[in-house]
């Protein structure tokens, strides 16, 4: 059995506080073959004066057990904050993920000398949909708002998924549109990087992304990247 830890960021606003959306995915899997299980560990808002504060909360968070030496950060470096936030965990050696979510599809890996990616906001929302979808995602005993707010914005899109591949067996289904996709909430957002990176990422966290990010959705049934 194997676990790892993905810690997805999003930020709200950095003036005057900066205040952040936070949602660390479990990966979980059981030998060879076993199918991958992504299982919501923590999932909150938190705010502090300045990015070098907040840097220091995800320090020590990530500190404690179990996601000590097992968790990767990823960032949403174009939201307000997102550079500072970036800078300061860096200058923490902490090795985040530098994530700039762009209109539709396509992901674009970083330069050489930085952990980047210039990622499809509706790939990072369609990956933990479909997560979902296939029983692969899984919200449970959780009470917090951004829990809450998060399990009814996946199941939402998972939802308007069904919807559009044609499937109105979900009885919700009918009349969703697809606009979760490209225009997240910001718990869809921290979810779907922290989902979008543990897919795309070893159990390994000293590991970088894959050489050739997946970008298509698999339920297309072209080659995987």
């Known amino acids: 059995m194997a676990h790892s830890f993905f810690l997805g960021v999003d930020l709200v606003h950095d003036d005057p506080s900066v205040e952040a959306t936070l949602s660390i995915l479990e990966k979980e899997q059981n030998g060879t073959g076993a199918p991958t299980q992504f299982r919501l560990g923590r999932a909150r808002q938190h705010t ?42 860096t200058d923490r050696g902490l090795d985040p993920i530098a994530a700039v979510p762009t209109g539709g599809s396509g992901t674009v890996s970083g330069e050489t000398d930085e952990v980047a990616v210039h990622l499809g906001t509706t790939d990072a929302v369609r990956t933990l949909a479909n997560l979902y979808r296939d029983g692969q995602f899984t919200v449970e005993d959780h ?24 499937n109105q067996d ?19 957002t921290s979810a779907a990087l922290a989902a979008w990176c543990g897919t795309e990422r070893s159990f390994d966290p000293s590991q970088h992304l894959k050489e050739t990010p997946r970008t298509e959705d698999p339920r297309a049934g072209g080659p995987e990247g």
Request: hydrophobic share 40%.
């Open 48 to 89: 502090e004066d300045t990015a070098e504060a907040l840097a220091d909360y995800l320090q020590g968070l990530v500190a404690e057990r179990p996601y000590i030496g097992r968790t990767s950060i990823i960032v949403n470096r174009s939201a307000p904050g997102g550079e500072a936030l970036v800078t300061a965990l």
């Open 170 to 188: 979900t009885p919700a289904a009918a009349g969703h549109s697809l606009d979760d996709l490209d225009d997240p909430n910001t718990y869809l």
């Open 143 to 166: 009470t917090t708002e951004a829990a809450s707010h998060l399990a009814r914005s996946v199941q939402r899109t998972a939802e308007a998924l069904d919807a559009a591949d044609g």
